[in-house]
Nanobody, 125 residues
Framework: QVVLVESGGGLVQAGGSLTLSCAAS????????MGWFRQAPGKEREFVAA????????YYADSAKGRFAISRDNAKNTVLLRMSSLKPEDTAVYYC??????????????????WGQGTQVTVSS
């Protein structure tokens, strides 16, 4: 069992920045990926970014490349998502997720077994 607690969401103007944090606790020694997904009203949950827990390889959706950066804090079992140049279309509930499956696809929602409660990000124009 892995418990995820997200923080850092909020309201920001277009062009601004936010950093989301996700703290993992429990059986974290089996984590393969930690990722971020988002879901806007009326839309499906979509992949944003992920990091391989061991290799630290990173993966990004096209919409996030060049604007978002995912990183891991070893000591705190925390993953950060630094978001910059935010756009109104980035508005969504952002979810942190953990995959325990070796070899799974980082961008596939079905790869992830544990999810946080979500944090709202609102970007005003």
């Amino acid at each position: 069992q892995v418990v995820l607690v997200e923080s850092g969401g909020g309201l920001v103007q277009a062009g601004g920045s936010l950093t989301l944090s996700c703290a993992a606790s429990g059986r974290t020694f089996n984590i393969n990926y930690m990722g971020w997904f988002r879901q806007a009203p009326g839309k499906e949950r979509e992949f944003v970014a992920a990091i391989n827990w061991i290799s630290r390889s990173t993966y990004y959706a096209d919409s996030a490349k060049g604007r978002f950066a995912i990183s891991r804090d070893n000591a705190k079992n925390t993953v950060l998502l630094r978001m910059s140049s935010l756009k109104p279309e980035d508005t969504a509930v952002y979810y942190c997720a953990v995959s325990m499956v070796a070899g799974g696809i980082a961008s596939n929602v079905n790869t992830y077994a544990y999810w946080g409660q979500g944090t709202q990000v609102t970007v005003s124009s």
